[in-house]
């Protein structure tokens, strides 16, 4: 494990979380969560546990992102205040 | 521009991007020879029959992404997606049932070692976890496939008057 690696990872990850959940456009809270999966397999990664990185990526970054897209398709996009 | 597009609009009923369904095109075999391999290497490694299972059926939703719903979906109809989330789980369970008929009274579900498929214990177990794994991806696989397109599919029926209904 690196550490500093680390501390930039796990910043990045509650920044982005916060960002996903204040943001108005939810097409930008999904991307959000896509990069946040994405940052969370790194993580796994660093932390030796490959297969877990490993169906983080293809689940939550990957189908799930998907499935939310195509969610957000059939709705609207914008938040309501 | 906007007359190319509303011409081929009117004639494809969609937009297509040349680019995008070239790329779209040339990717999903090797994304499908990526989930397939990270099935069978799922037993020695990283990877199994959930994760090679759900890139299978990325690759499909890749298709619907880059063809559009109406072309790619008509392909993958709801029976199919069906008989083969059963298949899955019909491999799956078959495997074990296999298993608790080749033990002779023992009665161990999912004991790979006692199919005789070759002649030493080990072998069998290692080739009765591939085709549980593959029963896992099968399953995986059509209800990724089936999940999106129940989320997706419905909007464009409407619009053209109710296809399903």
């Known amino acids: ?81 | 521009m906007n007359a190319e597009n509303s011409e081929a609009g009117e004639g494809k009923e969609r937009a297509g991007d040349v680019i995008v369904e070239t790329v779209s095109r040339l990717m999903v075999p090797f994304i499908q020879l990526f989930a397939l391999y990270v099935i069978i290497h799922g037993a020695g490694g990283p990877g199994g029959g959930f994760q090679g299972g759900v890139i299978f059926g990325a690759s499909f939703v890749l298709l619907v992404i880059a063809f559009g719903i109406v072309n790619a979906g008509n392909r993958f109809p709801e029976g199919a997606n069906t008989a083969f989330m059963s298949l899955g789980v019909y491999i799956y369970a078959g495997v074990g049932l296999l298993c608790i008929i080749f033990s002779l009274g023992a009665a161990q579900f999912l004991n790979y070692g006692f199919i005789p498929l070759t002649t030493h214990f080990e072998e069998n177990r290692a080739l009765g976890m591939d085709l549980v794994e593959i029963g896992i991806g099968i399953t995986v696989m059509a209800v990724v496939t089936s999940i999106f397109f129940n989320l997706a599919w419905k909007r464009e029926p409407e619009e053209e008057g109710g296809e399903e209904e």
């Open chain 1, 1 to 81: 494990m690196i550490p500093s690696l680390d501390l930039v990872l796990l910043f990045l990850i509650v920044a982005i979380a916060i960002a996903a959940i204040t943001v108005r456009d939810l097409l930008s809270a999904i991307m959000l969560l896509c990069a946040y999966s994405f940052l969370m397999a790194m993580v796994w990664v660093e932390m030796h546990s490959v297969d877990v990185a490993f169906t983080e990526a293809a689940v939550g970054a990957g189908a799930s992102t998907a499935f939310l897209i195509a969610a957000l398709s059939r709705t609207t996009r914008w938040e309501k205040k």
